[in-house]
């Protein structure tokens, strides 16, 4: 329930607020007096989407507060809790717009952006005129209206998750298949490229070992001989080993007579003839591994050249060519198994379209049940409006399946017996119109507690006892609740349980707005005057007595 609205330096108010209370608060006023003003003030720091210049001449920022009271169980917890918001039973709004066209918003001195506003905005007020803020008038929004007085959030929810489900699975079919075609465009490719490769048979690191292995065989042609040549210098013979064996001879001989003056020389030979050996034995070793069969060389670079080709011809390393050859396996599997898999997914597909089905025909019967419940709700509150002799039908139509069901939703009227229905705009007259809009709104908003609602000259084009029919029904609506309604009929004020009197000055050249809490004797004036016009007489005076008895 709103508590308290304050306002500073928007458009033509300077400073103004109200407290409206529990049950029926009007606002009356000459036109331009600001009534709609106090309506876009309230919007404003609700979030709702308006004009941008509403800051007040010659000021530099302008600024609205709003006090919600909240009941334990009020929707709008959820909300805060959502954003973080702590509130124990008061909200509090502000927010501030600067010229420059900047809005900066506080929820309980938290500061929050626009969507959380809004998002509280629909818990805690109902904004709704002839021209039909909300979409009465619209058929496009008609299902959504009727699905919310139906209480079927649940079957909506159940039936988007199994549309969800289903353009799922038609989108992993239609993915399947293309992925299937596409490979067919390519299988005569793949079984070739499949059999080279396993063919050839390629391993990692292949290329590396077959490509040093043929540089050493071609350079073993080239020092082969030059080894070969080496080994035999130094073996026995004529060999260095032969040789220097039979110094060796020669020298112990020697020594018989010489004595230890070759002791020196036969040591040094000795040590040469064991080095000589072990050069011999790492030259033989050597031979040994350039020692290759004359044909591996061919056979080598053949493999190599084979392997490298592949991996151009692929555009891949060659090390990679086994991996991009299972790639290629795994592309014709899914070929080969493509078909079962297909079939896999059409079942898929068929159980999630049986599901939607019959999702989608039990929310469809629960609109039905809903739409019969809402023509006769409005049936209840057109008669009081003295409209019981027009009809409300809320037709059900096939539609194109979507995430929200199979149905189209639209409310029709027709305004006397026997006459076609209609839409609501193209049918009703404006007066009509408007109970007609008044009627659905309390049909739609019963069972919103903790809602302030707010109607905006609904009463527009209706007078004397209908007038007075849609005054009481406010009242009626108002009971246990909060209403606020902006309305230049007398009979409409003289229902209020709080009444407003919005008012102009001019100040030092400027225009300025007043808001006044009417006691009983201004607000006898006040009625008069809306009787009258801008001369009150004692006869007018009267007549607003009766229609404030009345209304009380």
Same mark, same amino acid.
């Given at each position: 329930?709103?508590?308290?609205?304050?306002?500073? +330096?928007?458009?033509?108010?300077?400073?103004?607020?109200?407290?409206?209370?529990?049950?029926?608060?009007?606002?009356?006023?000459?036109?331009?007096?600001?009534?709609?003003?106090?309506?876009?003030?309230?919007?404003?720091?609700?979030?709702?989407?308006?004009?941008?210049?509403?800051?007040?001449?010659?000021?530099?920022?302008?600024?609205?507060?709003?006090?919600?009271?909240?009941?334990?169980?009020?929707?709008?917890?959820?909300?805060?809790?959502?954003?973080?918001?702590?509130?124990?039973?008061?909200?509090?709004?502000?927010?501030?717009?600067?010229?420059?066209?900047?809005?900066?918003?506080?929820?309980?001195?938290?500061?929050?952006?626009?969507?959380?506003?809004?998002?509280?905005?629909?818990?805690?007020?109902?904004?709704?005129?002839?021209?039909? %803020?909300?979409?009465?008038?619209?058929?496009?929004?008609?299902?959504?209206?009727?699905?919310?007085?139906?209480?079927?959030?649940?079957?909506?929810?159940?039936?988007?998750?199994?549309?969800?489900?289903?353009?799922?699975?038609?989108?992993?079919?239609?993915?399947?298949?293309?992925?299937?075609?596409?490979?067919? $465009? @390519?299988?005569?490719?793949?079984?070739?490229?499949?059999?080279?490769?396993?063919?050839?048979?390629?391993?990692?690191?292949?290329?590396?070992?077959? =490509?040093?292995?043929?540089?050493?065989?071609?350079? $073993?042609?080239?020092?082969?001989?030059?080894?070969?040549? $080496?080994?035999?210098?130094?073996?026995?013979?004529?060999?260095?080993?032969?040789?220097?064996?039979?110094?060796?001879?020669?020298?112990?001989?020697?020594?018989?007579?010489?004595?230890?003056?070759?002791?020196?020389?036969?040591?040094?030979?000795?040590?040469?003839?064991?080095?000589?050996?072990?050069?011999? +034995?790492?030259?033989?070793?050597?031979?040994?591994?350039?020692?290759?069969?004359?044909?591996?060389?061919?056979?080598?670079? @053949?493999?190599?050249?084979?392997?490298?080709?592949?991996?151009?011809?692929?555009?891949?390393?060659?090390?990679?060519?086994? %991996?991009?050859?299972?790639?290629?396996?795994?592309?014709?599997?899914?070929? %080969?198994?493509?078909?079962?898999?297909?079939?896999?997914?059409?079942?898929?597909?068929?159980?999630?379209? @049986?599901?939607?089905?019959?999702?989608?025909?039990?929310?469809?019967?629960?609109?039905?049940?809903?739409?019969?419940?809402?023509?006769?709700?409005?049936?209840?509150?057109?008669?009081?409006?003295?409209?019981?002799?027009?009809?409300?039908?809320?037709?059900?139509?096939?539609?194109?399946?979507?995430?929200?069901?199979?149905?189209?939703?639209?409310?029709?009227?027709?305004?006397?017996?026997?006459?076609?229905?209609?839409?609501?705009?193209?049918?009703?007259?404006?007066?009509?119109?408007?109970?007609?809009?008044?009627?659905?709104?309390?049909?739609?908003?019963?069972?919103?507690?903790?809602?302030?609602?707010?109607?905006?000259?609904? +009463?527009?084009?209706?007078?004397?006892?209908?007038? =007075?029919?849609?005054?009481?029904?406010?009242?009626?609506?108002?009971?246990?609740?909060?209403?606020?309604?902006?309305?230049?009929?007398?009979?409409?004020?003289?229902?209020?349980?709080?009444?407003?009197?919005?008012?102009?000055?001019?100040?030092?050249?400027?225009?300025?707005?007043?808001?006044?809490?009417?006691?009983?004797?201004?607000?006898?004036?006040?009625?008069?005057?809306?009787?009258?016009?801008?001369?009150?007489?004692?006869?007018?005076? $009267?007549?607003?007595?009766?229609?404030?008895?009345?209304?009380?």
């Amino acid at each position: 329930m709103l508590r308290s609205l304050e306002i500073r +330096d928007m458009l033509i108010i300077d400073h103004l607020g109200i407290a409206p209370g529990g049950g029926l608060n009007v606002l009356t006023g000459e036109t331009g007096a600001g009534k709609s003003i106090l309506l876009d003030s309230l919007g404003f720091v609700l979030g709702w989407r308006g004009r941008s210049d509403m800051v007040r001449e010659g000021s530099v920022t302008g600024e609205v507060e709003a006090v919600f009271e909240l009941a334990p169980d009020h929707s709008a917890h959820s909300v805060l809790e959502a954003a973080g918001i702590p509130c124990e039973g008061e909200l509090i709004l502000r927010r501030i717009n600067s010229r420059d066209g900047r809005k900066t918003a506080w929820v309980n001195s938290r500061r929050v952006s626009g969507e959380v506003l809004r998002a509280l905005s629909d818990t805690l007020v109902e904004l709704h005129g002839q021209q039909d %803020d909300r979409g009465l008038l619209n058929p496009r929004v008609h299902r959504q209206l009727l699905d919310e007085f139906g209480g079927l959030g649940t079957r909506i929810t159940s039936c988007r998750a199994a549309w969800r489900a289903l353009s799922q699975s038609q989108n992993a079919l239609d993915q399947a298949r293309a992925d299937l075609d596409e490979i067919k $465009a @390519e299988e005569e490719f793949l079984r070739h490229a499949v059999a080279e490769l396993d063919a050839l048979s390629p391993q990692p690191g292949e290329e590396g070992t077959l =490509d040093s292995r043929r540089r050493l065989m071609q350079a $073993a042609e080239k020092i082969g001989g030059d080894i070969s040549k $080496a080994y035999q210098s130094l073996g026995t013979g004529e060999g260095a080993e032969g040789r220097i064996g039979d110094a060796l001879r020669w020298l112990e001989d020697a020594q018989v007579q010489a004595g230890e003056v070759l002791a020196a020389p036969l040591a040094s030979l000795q040590r040469t003839l064991v080095e000589l050996g072990e050069a011999q +034995d790492g030259v033989e070793t050597a031979m040994q591994a350039l020692s290759f069969d004359p044909h591996e060389l061919e056979t080598a670079e @053949e493999r190599l050249f084979a392997i490298r080709a592949l991996a151009r011809k692929h555009n891949v390393a060659p090390d990679d060519l086994g %991996d991009f050859a299972g790639q290629l396996r795994v592309r014709l599997s899914a070929l %080969d198994q493509g078909e079962q898999g297909i079939s896999a997914l059409v079942a898929a597909m068929t159980a999630a379209q @049986e599901k939607y089905q019959d999702v989608a025909a039990s929310l469809s019967n629960a609109r039905a049940s809903a739409a019969a419940r809402l023509d006769k709700a409005m049936a209840g509150e057109l008669a009081p409006l003295k409209m019981e002799r027009a009809v409300f039908t809320t037709e059900i139509n096939p539609a194109d399946h979507g995430p929200e069901g199979t149905d189209n939703v639209t409310f029709r009227v027709a305004t006397n017996p026997g006459a076609p229905s209609g839409p609501l705009n193209k049918i009703a007259s404006g007066g009509e119109l408007s109970r007609f809009l008044l009627a659905l709104k309390v049909c739609l908003t019963r069972g919103s507690p903790g809602l302030t609602l707010i109607f905006d000259e609904i +009463d527009r084009g209706v007078g004397g006892a209908t007038a =007075d029919a849609v005054g009481r029904r406010l009242a009626e609506l108002a009971a246990g609740g909060q209403v606020l309604v902006v309305t230049h009929s007398p009979q409409v004020a003289a229902f209020g349980s709080v009444h407003w009197q919005v008012s102009k000055r001019v100040e030092n050249g400027m225009t300025l707005s007043d808001v006044t809490l009417l006691d009983a004797p201004t607000r006898i004036d006040e009625v008069a005057r809306m009787l009258a016009g801008d001369i009150v007489t004692d006869e007018a005076r $009267a007549a607003a007595r009766t229609l404030l008895e009345k209304g009380t």
